[in-house]
Nanobody
Framework: QVQLVESGGGLVQAGGSLRLSCAAS????????MGWYRQAPGKQRELVAA???????NYSDSVKGRFTISRDNALNTVYLQMNSLKPEDTAVYYC???????????????WGQGTLVTVSS
């Protein structure tokens, strides 16, 4: 069994910062792409940022210059540093990863349970 466990959400004032973490655990051989998505009330889930196993990153236009995604392959962990937060960043943030799992070395698309980020004005 494999899982992603997120942490780091919470309440912050506009202009503040938060750092989200997401750790993968279980029978993992390797991890391909990892990413963060978010879903605000009444809206569809959207990609925030993604990072490949080689460290190539991609950001949504709404967070470019404010958010930074990174990963620690030794710890099977992906991070999202969020600076200059705005009320419109309020959402449930979900971690996603494509895991290569043992023993069959198959690819598995896994989601975390979500962590709430609330930015007050």
């Amino acid at each position: 069994q494999v899982q992603l466990v997120e942490s780091g959400g919470g309440l912050v004032q506009a202009g503040g910062s938060l750092r989200l973490s997401c750790a993968a655990s279980g029978s993992i051989f390797s991890i391909n792409a990892m990413g963060w998505y978010r879903q605000a009330p009444g809206k569809q889930r959207e990609l925030v940022a993604a990072i490949t196993s080689g460290g190539r990153t991609n950001y949504s236009d709404s967070v470019k210059g404010r958010f930074t995604i990174s990963r620690d392959n030794a710890l099977n962990t992906v991070y999202l540093q969020m600076n200059s937060l705005k009320p419109e960043d309020t959402a449930v943030y979900y971690c996603n990863a494509v895991l290569i799992v043992l023993p069959i070395l198959g690819a598995l698309d896994v989601w975390g349970q979500g962590t709430l980020v609330t930015v007050s004005s």
